[in-house]
């Protein structure tokens, strides 16, 4: 054992593979339960994209929370896990027919509808069952998110949501449709976001809305904030569980909510993200001209963030004690992009070593890939493994 990872029970597994620590995810429920615990009348949609695994998503049906899916696939797997339909969302710009129908089929809370096509798609669906869909506006509320640029969603710019200035008119067209009712409002404004003045930004959003639409008599019984929560990608270990109570305190605080409305939360990377691994071996330590590179067997098929956003992940070496070495730490894919990291210190690393790529829980297994034919990763949680 190095840290916090079984290595003697890593000896006969396949790599590369994610390991989920379930300690540190119930860590992680039990403080989103106590924070959650404080507040009145909100729900927490665990978003089941940032990870899809089954007893992963099993572990933390067990805590209560609902799931935020944005596909049919989504909805049958948080289903397979136990979730209640009626703690399940919808959302997503381009829902299918069968994606719909399956989610009315099964009567879930409801569908965070995106544009008028869907609204009118939806409500003739809803009709053909004779059933009345229940739906939320995704308002695109025009908020910019300190982060990743191919992860912020809530700008007039980006392709979510329904533009601020038509939310009034699509509210009222929906009133005249037999087969849906309109029950409140959808905002996410990205990803990864650290900076709690980004959600203060979104919260006066939400309160300039609710003047706007009591002045014409339109009433709001929920309000979904999205996720967006970012942890601490250069220091997995000091802080394994994200700042929850900051969180959910400055939403509850600055939304101004009204008698009996529901508060709906959707985090996914911050339920999910520390408690995963990819791990690795070292298939050979290979001289450059004037840098050294350690070859993984693991490739961005496997975890894809680091190419694809320049994404920083921490990259232990857990099975050597020596003194450190720096090194370009690579994957084998026929691509320049294939590198975890450049310039990495790690313990002199040999053949057969393994890596820990670290919180990789979210948007890491379930972004794998099987480009150039490789297999996809497998992943263990802890009680797979005694
Ligand atoms: N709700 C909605 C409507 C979303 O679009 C998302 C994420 C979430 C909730 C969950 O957000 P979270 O709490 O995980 O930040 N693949 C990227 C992240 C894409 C996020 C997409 N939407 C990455 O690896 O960073």
């Given at each position: 054992m190095k840290g916090q990872f079984p290595i003697d029970k890593f000896?006969?597994?396949?790599?590369p593979f994610y390991y989920y620590d379930t300690r540190i995810l119930r860590q992680t429920l039990e403080a989103i339960r106590q924070e959650v615990g404080k507040i009145e009348n909100a729900v927490v949609h665990y978003a089941i994209k940032a990870n899809a695994n089954p007893q992963v998503l099993r572990t933390i049906r067990e805590y209560g929370l609902g799931a935020d899916c944005v596909s049919g696939g989504e909805i049958k797997a948080a289903l397979q896990a136990g979730f209640s339909p009626d703690k399940i969302v919808f959302a997503g710009v381009g829902k299918a027919d069968w994606e719909i129908n399956l989610g009315l089929d099964h009567g879930i809370f409801c569908f965070n509808v995106e544009s008028i096509p869907e609204l009118e798609i939806i409500n003739d669906l809803a009709a053909a069952k004779g059933v009345v869909a229940k739906v939320e506006f995704r308002v695109n509320p025009d908020v910019k998110a300190h982060t990743h640029a191919n992860i912020?969603?809530?700008?007039?710019?980006?392709?979510?949501?329904?533009?601020l200035g038509d939310i009034e008119y699509v509210i009222e067209l929906a009133s005249h449709m037999q087969n849906v009712k309109f029950i409140g409002l959808h905002f996410h404004i990205g990803s990864?976001?650290?900076?709690m003045g980004d959600f203060a930004a979104l919260c006066n959003r939400v309160n300039e809305l609710q003047i706007q639409f009591e002045q014409h008599h339109i009433k709001i019984d929920n309000i979904n904030v999205g996720g967006g929560l970012g942890v601490d990608y250069q220091h997995p270990n000091r802080?394994?569980?994200?700042?929850f109570r900051e969180y959910f305190k400055t939403i509850n605080t600055l939304i101004k909510r009204r008698e009996g409305q529901v508060l709906h939360f959707e985090p996914g990377r911050s339920v999910v993200a520390q408690c995963g691994s990819l791990i690795s071996k070292v298939l050979y330590v290979k001289q450059g001209t004037n840098k050294q590179f350690a070859i993984l067997d693991a490739g961005m098929t496997d975890l894809i963030r680091p190419a694809l956003y320049q994404a920083y992940h921490k990259i232990e070496n857990i099975t050597s004690e020596l003194p450190i070495e720096t090194y370009d730490v690579v994957g084998p894919?026929?691509?320049?992009?294939?590198?975890?990291?450049?310039?990495v210190d790690l313990n002199k690393t040999s053949r057969g070593d393994l890596i820990a790529i670290r919180s990789a829980g979210a948007y890491g297994e379930i972004m794998a890939s099987q480009y150039n034919c490789r297999t996809l990763p497998h992943g263990y949680v802890t009680e797979d493994l005694f």
């Open positions: 000896g006969t597994l396949q790599t912020t969603t809530g700008m007039a710019e980006n392709k979510f949501g329904i533009a990864q976001i650290l900076d802080q394994a569980i994200p700042d894919i026929c691509e320049s992009s294939d590198v975890f990291g450049k310039a």
